[in-house]
């Protein structure tokens, strides 16, 4: 596509469900980032993706967080047991796999939990 | 770990006129990168402008240019002719070089407010 496409653009779930958020990058860019910013803010962190498997898991905050990218494109971000702490906005970039790749980012995934 | 800090929540420029955001980062890497990126209301991050940390040479973009002192471990950014666009927060981040994860670390933003 043109962009880095992330829907939902806004989710509201109640505490204890599970939620899952899409990423659609750029066509041709392996290397996919999922970041989260929390109100006030700047974007931390999460996993990168080179191809199909996590090359870096180290942002996720604990095992309720979970990410997949099966056929090396779309990636889903997975949440379960939603906590009120993990309302935020949860962003996606993606790049081409090269030390100088851009990477460009996706207008966001703004989760509320109640 | 890398840290990035941004020590102005809030500034505010009149149009047309030039601001400079400010932005201190701590490493002990000697190749790594540096970036300024806007983010409006659409929460979409845009890249700005970028710096290579082996570069001497400070970069420009058009109206957008830095004040890269690695010494100092400073890298500010300055906004000339102040546009209505402009206003967003701008986040500096720094990125490690080399092979790997290319994850970038985010300092926590400064509001533009550009008056007209």
């Known amino acids: 596509g043109a962009g880095v496409s992330q829907t939902p653009s806004n989710k509201v779930t109640e505490k204890g469900k599970y939620v899952e958020l899409r990423c659609d990058p750029i066509?041709?860019?392996?290397?996919l980032y999922w970041y989260r910013q929390s109100l006030g803010q700047g974007p931390e962190f999460l996993i990168y993706?080179?191809?199909?498997?996590?090359?870096?898991d180290s942002g996720l905050p604990n095992d309720r967080f979970f990410a997949v990218r099966p056929e090396g494109s779309v990636s889903t971000l997975k949440i379960q047991r939603t906590e009120r702490g993990d309302s935020a906005v949860y962003l996606c970039?993606?790049?081409?796999?090269?030390?100088?790749?851009?990477?460009?980012f996706g207008e966001g995934s703004r989760l509320t939990v109640l | 770990a890398q840290t990035v800090t941004q020590s102005q929540p809030e500034m505010s420029v009149q149009e047309a006129e030039t601001v400079t955001l400010s932005c201190t980062y701590d490493?002990?890497?000697?190749?790594?990168?540096l970036f300024w990126y806007k983010q409006p209301p659409s929460r979409q991050m845009i890249l700005v402008i970028r710096?290579?940390?082996?570069?001497?040479q400070n970069a420009t973009e058009n109206r957008f240019s830095v004040n890269f002192q690695k010494a100092a471990k400073s890298f500010s950014l300055k906004i000339s002719d102040s546009q209505l666009g402009d206003a967003a927060m701008y986040f500096c981040?720094?990125?490690?070089?080399?092979?790997?994860?290319?994850?970038?670390?985010f300092g926590k933003g400064t509001k533009l407010s550009v008056i007209p």
């Open positions: 970039a993606s790049s081409q796999p090269r030390e100088t790749g851009e990477l460009f």
């Open positions: 066509s041709g860019h392996t290397a």
């Open positions: 993706f080179q191809g199909t498997g996590a090359a870096d």
């Open positions: 490493t002990s890497e000697s190749d790594y990168y």
């Open positions: 710096q290579e940390a082996y570069k001497q």
């Open positions: 981040a720094y990125r490690i070089g080399g092979a790997g994860s290319y994850q970038l670390t």
